[in-house]
C-alpha cells in the first residue's frame, strides 16, 4: 500500500535497535517504493557527529543487518542521500531549533523513541516545547515500558500530558510478526475454526518462544528485568491475547484492543505453584547466566513456564501454559492449539490416540499446520497415523509471496499510515502489568531460579508443572 511523503526521526539514532532493526527496515520500505519523494530520516543522539558520519553508520549498519537487499549499492547511494544528523539533547536544549527547522511541516512526522522510558517524559516535553507536538506527530516508544503498574501508569500519564493517546504507538515487535496477523485472519476469516475454538473442544493451549541465544551483550539491562519482564509481560501476553480474544467486531485499533483487554482482566491471579523459574547454567565453552551477567548472586530467571487460566465462559476448563526462556536447545517459537480427543474411538484400543493439533510456527519457519488424522495407506488394516495439513506460506504461495516483511518494516509503515490496531493501548499494557506485578514481587521473597543446562529445554520442574495435569510440552526442536 503506497504511504504520503513522511519525516520519521530516530531518537537514539546511534543506538543498538536503530542499527539492527529501524535503519534496515526502513532501507527495505525504501526499495519497496513505500519512501515517496520528500520523505526524510532524521537520526538524532547526544553523539556529536556530522550527515556524512552519520550516513557511514547507516551504510555500515545496512551492511551489517541488512540482509541480500544491503547488495544493491545505486538504491543504498539514494536512500543514503535521505538521511542527515541532528546531534540532540534530550534533557537540554542542544538540537531542538535544529530539529524544528529540518522536519516538514506538510508532512506526517514520526518520532521513534528508541531510548529508555526514562527519558520518554523530556522527549514529549521538548518536542512540544518547541512546537512539534501538532496533530500530525506521531511518537513511537519501544518496551520495556515500565518495569511494573507504578511505572507504567506513570508513562502513560506524561506522555498524556503532551500527547493524545491516537499518537502514541507502543511498539510489540512480536505483533508485525507475519504469522501474527496470519493467526487472525485463520481464525476469523475460517468458518472452520471458530466453532471449536473454546473449552468444550480445546483441551490446552500452549505457547513457547525459545530462545537458543544468552543475554549477551544486555547483562546489565536484562539482570534487572528477567525472563518475565522481558518476555513473558509483553510479547507472550500479546499472543495469549490474539489467541484467546472473543472476535472484535472489526479489524480496528480500538475493536481489536477492547477484546484484548478483556482478555487480560478475565484471567485469573497467578499461582507461585503454576510458575516455574530457571536460570541457565555454564557448558564447557559456554558461560553461565551468572557469569553473563556478571552478578554471582544473581537471582533473575532467565527461564519461565507458567499454567493460566482465564475465567469465562468460552475458556473456562481450557489452561494455557506459557514458556519463554534463553540458552534452549533450539530457537523455536509456536502456539499450539491442542484439540480434545474424539469422545469415542471406532478403531478400538489399537488405533492408538490421535487428536488435532492446529500449530502457528513464528519461528524459525513461519506457518500453520494442521495435524489430522487418516488411515495409514496400504493394505495392513486400519492403521491410523497423524499428518499435518502444511500451511506453510514458502510452499503454499510462492516465493515471492512468501518473502514477508520483517515486523519493523510493517510495524514502522503502520505509524505513518496512522494504523494503530498492531499496537498496544495504554490501558493494556497496565493490565498485563496489574497481573504480571504481584508474581513478581514474589520472586523476591520465594526460591532462586531452577538452573537448567545450557542447550536444554529449560528445567525439570517445569515438565512436570504441565506433567502433572496429564500432559506434555511439545519437543523444542
Ligand atoms: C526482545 C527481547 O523484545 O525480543 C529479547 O528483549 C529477545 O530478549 C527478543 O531476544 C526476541 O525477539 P525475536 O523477534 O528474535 O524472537
Given amino acids: 500500500i503506497p504511504v504520503e511523503p513522511f519525516d520519521l526521526v530516530i531518537i537514539g539514532g546511534t543506538g543498538d535497535l536503530a542499527r539492527r532493526k529501524i535503519l534496515p527496515a526502513l532501507f527495505r520500505r525504501y526499495l519497496a517504493g513505500q519512501m515517496g519523494k520528500g520523505s526524510q530520516v532524521i537520526g538524532a543522539a547526544r553523539t556529536e557527529m556530522d550527515t556524512e558520519a552519520y550516513r557511514q553508520m547507516v551504510s555500515e549498519a545496512i551492511a551489517e543487518f541488512g540482509g541480500a537487499e544491503a547488495k544493491n549499492k545505486t538504491g543504498l547511494k539514494k536512500f543514503l542521500a535521505l538521511i542527515s544528523y541532528i546531534t540532540l539533547d534530550a534533557k537540554g536544549d542542544t538540537g531542538w531549533e535544529a530539529l524544528h527547522d529540518a522536519v516538514q511541516t506538510d508532512h506526517v512526522r514520526a518520532f521513534y523513541f528508541s531510548v529508555g522510558p526514562s527519558l520518554f517524559g523530556d522527549l514529549a516535553k521538548r518536542l512540544q516545547k518547541h512546537g512539534m507536538a501538532d496533530d500530525q506527530c506521531r511518537i513511537v516508544v519501544e518496551k520495556p515500558f515500565g518495569r511494573d503498574l507504578a511505572s507504567a501508569r506513570e508513562l502513560n500519564k506524561v506522555l498524556a500530558r503532551y ?282 521473597e520465594g526460591e532462586p531460579p531452577l538452573p537448567y543446562a545450557t542447550g536444554s529445554s529449560g528445567p525439570d520442574e517445569a515438565l512436570a508443572l504441565i506433567h502433572r495435569d496429564g500432559r506434555a510440552w511439545r519437543e523444542i526442536k
Fill in 163 to 444: 500527547f493524545d493517546e491516537s499518537q502514541i504507538y507502543r511498539i510489540d515487535h512480536y505483533l508485525g510478526k507475519e504469522t501474527v496477523q496470519n493467526l487472525m485472519a485463520v481464525r476469523f476469516g475460517n468458518m472452520l475454526f471458530e466453532p471449536l475454538w473454546n473449552s468444550q473442544y480445546v483441551d490446552h493451549i500452549q505457547i513457547t518462544v525459545a530462545e537458543s541465544v544468552g543475554v549477551g551483550g544486555r547483562g546489565e539491562y536484562y539482570d534487572r528485568s528477567g525472563a518475565m519482564r522481558d518476555m513473558m509481560q509483553n510479547h507472550l501476553m500479546q499472543l495469549f491475547c490474539l489467541i484467546a480474544m472473543e472476535p472484535p467486531a472489526k479489524f480496528d485499533p480500538d475493536s481489536v484492543r477492547d477484546e484484548k483487554l478483556k482478555v487480560i482482566r478475565a484471567l485469573d491471579p497467578l499461582r507461585p505453584e503454576n510458575i516455574v523459574r530457571g536460570q541457565y547454567e555454564a557448558t564447557e565453552t559456554r558461560p553461565s547466566y551468572r557469569k553473563q551477567v556478571e552478578n554471582r548472586d544473581s537471582t533473575t530467571e532467565s527461564f519461565v513456564a507458567l499454567k493460566a487460566n482465564i475465567s469465562n465462559w468460552r475458556w473456562a476448563g481450557t489452561p494455557f501454559y506459557l514458556r519463554t526462556g534463553k540458552r534452549l536447545r533450539e530457537r523455536a517459537s509456536e502456539i499450539a492449539v491442542v484439540f480434545k480427543d474424539a469422545p469415542h474411538s471406532i478403531f478400538g484400543e489399537d488405533a492408538g490416540r490421535h487428536r488435532n493439533i492446529l500449530t502457528i510456527k513464528l519461528q524459525p519457519n513461519e506457518g500453520i499446520e494442521l495435524g489430522v488424522t487418516i488411515k495409514e495407506p496400504g493394505p495392513g488394516g486400519m492403521r491410523l497415523i497423524d499428518v499435518p495439513l502444511d500451511m506453510t506460506f514458502a510452499e503454499a504461495l510462492g516465493p515471492d509471496q512468501a518473502d514477508f516483511p520483517d515486523a519493523y518494516e510493517r510495524l514502522i509503515m503502520d505509524v505513518i499510515r496512522g494504523n494503530q490496531t498492531l499496537f498496544m493501548r495504554g490501558d493494556e499494557v497496565e493490565a498485563a502489568w496489574a497481573w504480571t506485578d504481584p508474581i513478581i514481587a514474589e520472586f523476591k
